[in-house]
């Protein structure tokens, strides 16, 4: 068929003259227990390590059974070692008390162990925009300084390369996202940490992030300051009209000050309650999606209570 990519890859003089047993232990002789102090993360790693549920639970693995996947790393130039995968894993045997990590060292350059961390992290079952922007810059720009070399992917150079560069698309392609939803993405570097949390937290969707990471960063301190005043978020038709006016030089304080004031049509009857109150409140056993029935019970007890009050009052 054509198009298809082969299956078929020529054997190494290792392979054509080592036994599979020899194979193995070539293998093997890479995996060693490596000192948790000799072990550094990878330089900008965008991929957050949470000491959440999580973590807790792999902590418990690792006391158990200890690391069943060693983690991925290679050796530096000063002769300590640089993550490309396993960083949880490094995180979970600190807490668990140990001093080593089982790793497998492997020989790669900076921009192949760039391609392979971005690649093993993909892998996870939640991922924050902020991680995926971040990831998708690094992937884009190692895979650029990689030049006209076509031996780290199987991509073909003619679809590789685009104007002498590698496109979003081929990232896209290969991580599961079309090129104008990587362009999205890498657009995000630009937001202050502020907004990036916001977009994480799911206050800001990814139109009007984009849109705000546009404007230079004094404009986005302005709306950070606005969204802390009035607890919201603009819509995508507003920052649309504050990328107009900063492209324009017509933004000022005032201007998105105006803007973030006006009322929403699903702003309408409404009333926010701020997460930080609530998170004091509300046991932590509670899952989400069921916090809005435990608030509106919550308020029905104490609906009655004050009834209740009342009528003894009157007595």
């Known amino acids: 068929m054509a198009g298809r990519k082969s299956d078929f890859t020529?054997?190494?003089?290792?392979?054509?003259?080592?036994s599979q047993e020899e194979r193995d232990e070539a293998k093997l002789a890479k995996i060693r227990?490596?000192?948790?102090?000799?072990?550094?993360?990878f330089p900008d790693h965008p991929f957050k390590v949470r000491d959440d549920e999580d973590m807790l639970q792999l902590v418990e693995s690792v006391k158990e059974r200890g690391v069943i996947t060693p983690a991925t790393v290679r050796q530096k130039e000063d002769g300590?070692?640089?993550?490309?995968?396993?960083?949880r894993r490094k995180r979970a045997c600190e807490l668990a008390g140990m001093d080593t990590l089982r790793c497998e060292v492997v020989e790669l350059n900076?921009?192949?162990?760039?391609?392979?961390?971005?690649?093993?992290?993909?892998?996870?079952?939640q991922i924050f925009p902020?991680?995926?922007?971040?990831?998708?810059?690094?992937?884009?720009?190692?895979?650029?300084?990689?030049?006209?070399?076509?031996?780290?992917?199987?991509?073909?150079?003619?679809?590789?390369?685009?104007?002498g560069k590698v496109s979003a698309a081929v990232v896209g392609e290969e991580l599961g996202d079309s090129k104008d939803q990587v362009r999205r993405f890498i657009r995000l570097t630009n937001l202050v940490p502020e907004l990036l949390e916001f977009v994480?937290?799911?206050?800001?969707?990814?139109?009007?992030?984009?849109e705000l990471s546009y404007l230079d960063e004094d404009?986005?301190?302005?709306?950070?300051?606005?969204?802390?005043?009035?607890?919201?978020?603009?819509?995508?038709?507003?920052?649309i009209r504050m990328r107009k006016m900063f492209d324009e030089g017509r933004l000022t304080t005032e201007a998105i000050s105006a803007i973030m004031s006006e009322q929403k049509p699903n702003q309408k009857d409404r009333f926010v309650l701020r997460g930080d109150r609530l998170k004091e409140?509300?046991?932590?056993?509670?899952p989400l999606s069921q916090r809005e029935d435990y608030v509106c019970k919550a308020l029905e007890h104490y609906r009655k209570f004050l009834k209740s009050r009342s009528e003894r009052d009157s007595r």
């Open 10 to 18: 020529l054997p190494t003089l290792d392979d054509l003259f080592s």
């Open 33 to 41: 227990d490596i000192p948790l102090s000799e072990i550094d993360g």
């Open 80 to 87: 300590r070692y640089e993550i490309v995968s396993g960083h």
């Open 110 to 125: 900076k921009e192949e162990a760039t391609i392979l961390m971005v690649e093993s992290n993909f892998q996870r079952s």
């Open 130 to 163: 902020s991680e995926k922007a971040f990831a998708y810059k690094m992937r884009l720009e190692a895979m650029n300084r990689q030049g006209q070399r076509t031996d780290l992917t199987s991509t073909p150079l003619a679809q590789k390369l685009e104007r």
């Open 200 to 210: 994480d937290e799911g206050r800001i969707k990814m139109r009007p992030a984009v």
């Open 219 to 239: 404009c986005q301190r302005d709306v950070v300051e606005e969204i802390d005043l009035n607890d919201c978020t603009p819509s995508h038709d507003q920052t």
């Open 281 to 286: 409140l509300i046991p932590s056993s509670i």
